[in-house]
């Protein structure tokens, strides 16, 4: 009677060489129970197969005819582990080699005869860079806002994972990330930061999970980053009286995207902060800002800004509680904004560079230009590092030459004497705490 093959794996191709499973009692052979199919399919494997494996509902294990301790062991998850199983005082012990395809067919099978032979030190489990990239989203999703997790993902899908996705992460060398950092820094500086900034926390990550040895040292630590472009753009007082012009003007006639700009200009908000904001979150003395980039913070508000508010709450219907103060129907609320900005900007002879963000930029450069020290801007703008704000400490033309001149007075008082002019000695204002 001709021996029967088993059925095709249904996780694998047709293509897959069937096993046969001999009954212990008559020698014949016959079909698998579906029990047996899913979690023993012998076969010689080979690196094609061990590919083409699919996750199923439950794992099961691929067992290699050559090698037979040997096995392959695939996840749901679609983790796929080399094993080896052996016997140890009557009970059955499986233990881990590697896993595929960072470890091949042909190195799992010496992996397996080394281990056997007395090498009782399995290989540690190299993890590839998409794997990490899996785990490390799945535990540092949570901690990200929607726009932040957005702009991760799209970081981690077009630049790091076509630079490393199947590399095993203990493989990747300084060499690898400065050759990719500095190719993705010719197009994108500030994106060639952002997305090695990702890299390092990933692997270092890696490292508190166990993935990595203590002792290995993370490639992507002290590359020196691109340097930043300073922001330039802020309104002078001129642009300022302008702009405030055309806004009152239209905010007047009940568009609620001037009152927005507005509001930018008046607090130094951001603007998902202000299109966010409700009526009860605008204190008689302050915004309370519930989702903000940095964690919900309280904005002081002045005179301006209190006046602002409280003369657009008279124009709307339904200015109270959790209405929100800007509302703009079915519209996209920034899309609108961003329309009539460019309107804005033509009417009121501004820069066609003018950036929305920018009002933030001159609420903060003007605020010190009026004598206000880093640490109090740095407060009102809701940064967490004073150095980001010292990139919009933007000082007009006329500040600095005043300042120069001042300076000027006081060296030129040291080095020639006031009376040897026949003028006063010139007092400064302020006095300085030492020598820095």
């Known amino acids: 009677m001709t021996p029967s093959p088993i059925p095709a794996h249904p996780h694998l191709p047709d293509t897959v060489p069937p096993a046969r499973v001999r009954s212990s009692a008559s020698g014949r052979s016959r079909a698998p129970s579906r029990r047996w ?3 023993n399919l012998k076969t010689q494997l080979t690196d094609a197969i061990c590919s083409r494996a699919r996750p199923g509902a439950r794992e099961y294990a691929l067992r290699d005819e050559r090698q037979a301790c040997l096995s392959l062991r695939v996840r749901p998850s679609g983790t796929k582990t080399w094993e080896v199983r052996e016997r140890s005082n009557g009970l059955p012990v499986r233990s881990t080699l590697g896993t595929f395809p960072a470890m091949g067919v042909k190195a799992a099978r010496m ?16 993890v590839t860079f998409r794997e990490l990239c899996a785990q490390h989203e799945l535990r540092h999703a949570a901690n990200l806002k929607p726009s932040g997790l957005r702009t991760y993902r799209t970081y981690v899908r077009l630049q790091l994972l076509p630079a490393f996705g199947s590399c095993p992460i203990d493989t990747i060398t300084r060499r690898d990330v400065v050759c990719w950092f500095e190719r993705y820094g010719m197009t994108s500086p500030g994106g060639a930061n952002r997305a090695l900034g990702i890299l390092s926390h990933m692997l270092t990550s890696a490292q508190r999970w166990d993935m990595l040895p203590p002792d290995w040292s ?18 002078s007082r001129a642009q300022m009286a302008r702009l405030g012009g055309v806004l009152t003007r239209r905010s007047n006639i009940g568009c609620p995207a001037a009152g927005v700009l507005e509001a930018l200009l008046l607090t130094g908000c951001r603007v998902g902060e202000i299109l966010s904001l409700r009526w009860e979150d605008v204190r008689p003395d302050r915004l309370r800002l519930r989702d903000s980039k940095t964690g919900a913070r309280d904005v002081p508000m002045g005179t301006a800004a209190r006046r602002f508010f409280t003369s657009y709450r008279r124009r709307r219907t339904a200015a109270r509680g959790r209405h929100k103060v800007f509302q703009f129907g079915e519209a996209v609320p920034y899309e609108r904004v961003r329309t009539v900005w460019l309107s804005v900007r033509k009417e009121a002879h501004l820069p066609g560079t003018l950036r929305i963000h920018d009002l933030r930029h001159s609420f903060a450069s003007h605020a010190i230009m009026a004598g206000e020290s880093l640490f109090t801007v740095s407060r009102l703008l809701g940064h967490k590092r004073i150095q980001t704000t010292a990139r919009y400490a933007h000082l007009a033309d006329n500040t600095l030459r005043a300042s120069a001149e001042r300076i000027g007075m006081l060296i030129l008082d040291q080095v020639e004497p006031p009376t040897r002019r026949g003028k006063e000695p ?5 006095t300085g705490g030492g020598a820095s």
């Open 37 to 39: 199919e899913m979690a």
């Open 426 to 430: 010139t007092t400064p204002t302020k």
């Open 111 to 126: 992996a397996a005869v080394a281990f056997l032979a007395g090498d009782r030190k399995p290989v540690r489990r190299s």
């Open 218 to 235: 993370n490639p992507a630590v002290g590359i020196r980053l691109n340097r930043r472009r300073a922001i330039g753009t802020f309104l």
